[in-house]
């Protein structure tokens, strides 16, 4: 992994801090790789993972998101707002954001958010996004935090090698069909997620 320093990011108006140290031109190159057709052939991949400890209160939204977003929370809270409920994602929850959700979140005041995301996309993402219960909005509470931390990390290694898309691909399956299999059976029954396990901290209004 690149050396963690708490250093201001692009995103410092949004209250965003990147952990990890980077210069531009590198960062450019690797947005420019990540829009590579070599990517964009495959049935599914990781376009972009970041880290990011979030101070302060802060709002954002999502309308008819096309990616799917993996938000793992590794500290702090974080209040997601979909289908008129509030769900309160807490460390070592996962958020589930899938494609075409029109969610909104926002960071508490008092309480620093760490988190890890991870945007996918692909050839196949719907497909493969309705075979695995991603295409609804889920909150599941992870069985082994540490371990999908590992696997997220494991695949943003991955990610520094800009020829390394297979690789980033069959990691990106892997880490989507370990997510999925943690997905309770009673979100499946329920439209728009909207009854998640009491342990996934839901507040409906």
Known sequence: MPEKIHRQSLNVALGAYDLYKDDSSRLQTLLNSQCSGNAWNLPIFCQKMMETIRYGYRWYKHVKYPHIALELVLDGKMKYHSNHDVQIAESGMLYIISPG???SFSTFED???????ALIDGRNLGSIAATLR???????KVEDPGHLEEMFRKLGKVMEDETSWHQNSVLTYELLLEISQQIPE????????????????NMRH
């Open 134 to 140: 991603m295409d609804e909005d889920h909150l599941i």
């Open 186 to 201: 009673a979100d499946a029954s329920n439209p728009g997620g909207a009854d998640p396990p009491a342990s996934a901290g």
């Open 111 to 117: 309480i620093p958010m760490h988190h890890l995301v």
């Open 101 to 103: 959700s029109n969610v």
